[in-house]
């Protein structure tokens, strides 16, 4: 123990012959083998992003669920779209209402329509709908 007060060592002395000595540690400089190889994979995954918009025109009442249709969304590129594009089994699936993530539960899409389970809600006019279908493929 230090007293920096003083700058002098203070040592508390023990008389007993039971008292355990640490041997002192050195450091000491190991040879480290070399490091794995980096393996560069062979093929890129690349993803697939399709967007589709839909501003409700009048409220939904989903009390007994909702069909729309791939008619009533627009495309990223502002075209209307005629059908979903669905990556299965390398993809999924989001559907965001006012802009929140749904549960995969509460919805079906199929290359022609979007399907909301039936739920005690309304979709009031105005609101957004957005299905966002992600796909993967390797190159």
Same mark, same amino acid.
């Given at each position: ?19 355990? @000595?640490?041997?002192? @540690? ?18 890129? @995954? ?10 409700? &025109? ?49 919805? &079906? ?31």
């Amino acid at each position: 123990m230090v007293n920096f007060r003083n700058q002098r060592k203070i040592e508390q002395e023990c008389e007993c012959e039971d008292r355990f @000595i640490w041997p002192r @540690i050195k450091a000491s400089t190991i040879p480290l083998e070399d490091p794995p190889p980096v393996v560069e994979p062979s093929r890129n @995954i690349i993803p697939t992003v399709n967007r589709y918009f839909n501003i409700v &025109t009048s409220d939904i009442d989903l009390t007994n669920g909702a069909t729309l249709s791939a008619s009533q969304f627009w495309k990223d590129n502002g075209n209307q779209a005629t059908e979903f594009i669905i990556f299965n089994p390398n993809g999924y699936v989001n559907l965001y209402i006012n802009a929140v993530m749904q549960e995969g539960g509460i919805y &079906t899409l199929t290359p022609t329509t979007l399907t909301l389970s039936p739920s005690n809600s309304t979709i009031y006019s105005g609101t957004p709908i957005i299905i966002e279908s992600i796909g993967f493929s390797t190159q």
